[in-house]
């Protein structure tokens, strides 16, 4: 079957496709911008990327006409934009308009439970969104699910971040809604197994696993699965605001997907129409057995997919590829060229496992520091850590840091800050190999935004003094201490 699928650079889509792959169906990728969809080398050459902007109509003509079913996996959660409902209504409208044009049977679309007469705003959006595709002449089938768990989910990863950083949480009211949460596993299941059946046409489902919890309960559970001793102390006086901005300050997530997230949680999110187990019967697992898989995925170094991976913040929005090369003109640079004796393999290691907890080879205090500053002017700070401690792919992000290019035959690494700064920055790291020996080059260049922008540089330059020098010689001699007979789970993992 030819598939369709958006969202592929997504974190459902990216766990989807090798699935739909490997049953041998035949996949169209949609993606924004081909340069940031890196694809395992097991993929290449068996699907087929086109380049497409939902919100751009003019952009989809050239799309393939011949496609039998599409997935629409594309939502703005945590865009942070103030019109996105109109946004995604928008991009809805305009997909359904080119399905229109093509010989689609079936439009799959992954929705959110939400059976309360008051919904949030982006649970109100999500209904919009499955009225607006249920106008395509291809048969729509909606699977609605709540709280989704497995290794880089966003909602596992702040329930972690929140367990494993505080031993002791004042918590909001909305930690007494009651949820039923669905292992990422079971979600594939499901998107995959209505593919193509005739009896899911026209149907919306609900999904969701054994468990139907209250946010607290899951808290704790998780904390029983870490071994940890928490104590959770629900408010009434906690607003959403100030929920949001707790959430913000604790976890990796962006203020606009914890005030997204604020909003989504005061509703309650089970289960109620379980009509789907008569035409497709399956056994979920349980919330325990969902987290303790996402425990292992990540000891084992296998989250596929991040929730990090479609979110950007900062100036670049979601055209950061566009700055893949840094600027020759009106930028202001801090250049350090160091010779060594090793073998270059080794130093590039060293440059792609910066950041997370291996940390930045020098003063990691000022760093933190610098991540705290960040977070309190509404960035996204030091928390999101990396998806892997060794593999980079570009589209990656290190910290407060995009993985721009990587190149392990030209041995370089180009980063670019998501910070909040006045103005645009970039880290790159090169090993030169000359005739008389190989160099490591590093560059760190800022292009000022106005007399600001050149402020702050030259406020930082003592500060630059002291970290990238220092940076760039640890790097070189950086060496793995002995490795520990206990296996050790990387808190940044992601």
């Known amino acids: 079957m030819k598939i369709l699928l958006t969202g592929a650079n997504g974190y459902i889509g990216k766990r989807l496709l090798p699935v739909l792959i490997e049953a041998q169906h035949e996949v169209v990728c949609l993606v924004r911008d081909p340069r940031r969809f890196e694809v395992p080398d097991s993929l290449q050459g068996k699907i087929q990327v086109v380049k ?22 594309v939502h703005s959660m945590g865009s942070g934009s103030a019109d996105f409902e109109s946004a995604e209504k928008k991009s809805a409208a305009n997909f359904v308009s080119y399905l229109n044009t093509t010989s689609a049977k079936q439009l799959i679309y992954l929705s959110g439970i ?19 595709l249920a106008q395509a002449k291809a048969s729509l089938t909606v699977l609605r699910a709540a709280i989704i768990i497995g290794s880089g989910s966003a909602s596992f990863e702040i329930i972690r971040d929140l367990v494993e950083k505080l031993p002791v949480m004042v918590t909001p009211r909305w930690l007494n809604s009651r949820c039923q949460p669905i292992a990422i596993r079971d979600v594939m299941f499901y998107l995959t197994a209505v593919l193509g059946r005739e009896d899911c046409y026209d149907k919306r489902f609900e999904i969701g696993g054994p468990d139907v919890l209250t946010y607290k309960q899951m808290l704790l559970q998780l904390a029983k699965v870490r071994h940890l001793k928490r104590r959770i102390y629900t408010l009434p006086v906690l607003t959403p605001k100030l929920s949001s901005y707790w959430l913000y300050f604790v976890t990796s997530t962006n203020y606009a997907l914890a005030r997204s997230l604020v909003e989504s949680l005061r509703n309650d999110a089970v289960v109620k129409d379980s009509s789907i187990q008569q035409l497709i019967p399956h056994k979920c697992l349980s919330y325990e057995s969902a987290l303790n898989l996402a425990f292992t995925k990540m000891e084992q170094n296998m989250v596929v997919s991040s929730w990090k991976d479609a979110l950007v913040s900062g100036s670049m929005q979601n055209n950061f590829m566009d700055f893949v090369q840094i600027p020759e003109h009106g930028v202001l640079t801090d250049r350090q060229r160091m010779r060594f004796n090793r073998d270059p393999e080794e130093v590039m290691d060293n440059i792609l496992r910066i950041g997370g907890e291996r940390g930045w080879y020098k003063t990691d205090f000022l760093w933190e520091i610098r991540g705290l500053l960040d977070k309190m002017v509404g960035g996204v700070g030091l928390q999101r850590g990396r998806r892997h401690p060794s593999d980079v792919r570009a589209g990656d992000s290190i910290d407060f840091w995009r993985v721009l290019a990587v190149d392990h035959k030209a041995y370089r690494l180009l980063l670019y800050a998501e910070m909040k700064l006045p103005g645009e920055a970039w880290l790159q790291f090169k090993i030169c190999r000359e005739a008389d020996g190989n160099y490591l080059e590093q560059l760190a260049a800022f292009r000022p935004d106005g007399l600001a922008g050149r402020l702050y540089w030259y406020a930082m330059l003592p500060f630059h003094f002291i970290i990238f020098r220092g940076m760039a010689n640890n790097i070189i001699r950086y060496e793995d201490p002995p490795v520990s007979k206990v296996p050790t789970l990387d808190k940044h993992s992601k």
Do not use: C, M, W
């Open 52 to 73: 497409g902007d939902l919100l751009n109509p003019e952009t989809l003509e050239h799309l393939p006409r011949d496609i039998e079913a599409a997935y629409y996996l």
């Open 114 to 132: 939400a059976n309360d007469d008051h919904l949030s705003k982006h649970l109100t959006s999500r209904r919009q969104v499955e009225d607006v």
